[in-house]
């Protein structure tokens, strides 16, 4: 069965950085759109950023566009979420996850998830 870890979640200050890994495992790139979510305390969880099977395309929300940067390594099996300038309203559990496809930043029709690593921006 294809898992799903995530990594490099922690206390930044804001305007820090930190860059999320999700290490996939049984898994082609090619077959499915990975997505990243978050789910700050008492708030639905929401998506961040997705990326194509192809790698060819990848949609961010607004909140997000221009801090956050997502990347897939396919000899790594692994994808990517650098995040710069965070902001206190970054704080949230981040989730990668594998589906069918993008809607724009959404992915539609998640498979699999990981178990999520927290993000928190405070001073």
């Known amino acids: 069965q294809l898992q799903l870890v995530e990594s490099g979640g922690g206390l930044v200050q804001p305007g820090g950085s930190l860059r999320l890994s999700c290490a996939v495992s049984?898994?082609?790139?090619?077959?499915?759109?990975i997505g990243w979510f978050r789910q700050a305390p008492g708030k639905e969880r929401e998506g961040v950023s997705c990326?194509?099977?192809?790698?060819?395309?990848?949609y961010y929300t607004y909140f997000v566009k221009g801090r956050f940067s997502f990347s897939r390594d396919s000899a790594q099996n692994t994808v990517y979420l650098q995040m710069n300038d965070l902001k206190p309203e970054d704080t949230a559990v981040y989730y990668c996850?594998?589906?069918?496809?993008?809607?724009?930043?959404?992915?539609?029709?998640?498979?699999?998830w990981g178990r999520g690593t927290q993000v928190t921006v405070s001073s």
């Open positions: 996850a594998v589906g069918s496809y993008c809607s724009s930043y959404v992915l539609y029709h998640p498979k699999y």
């Open positions: 990326i194509t099977s192809s790698g060819d395309n990848t």
């Open positions: 049984r898994f082609t790139f090619d077959d499915y759109a």
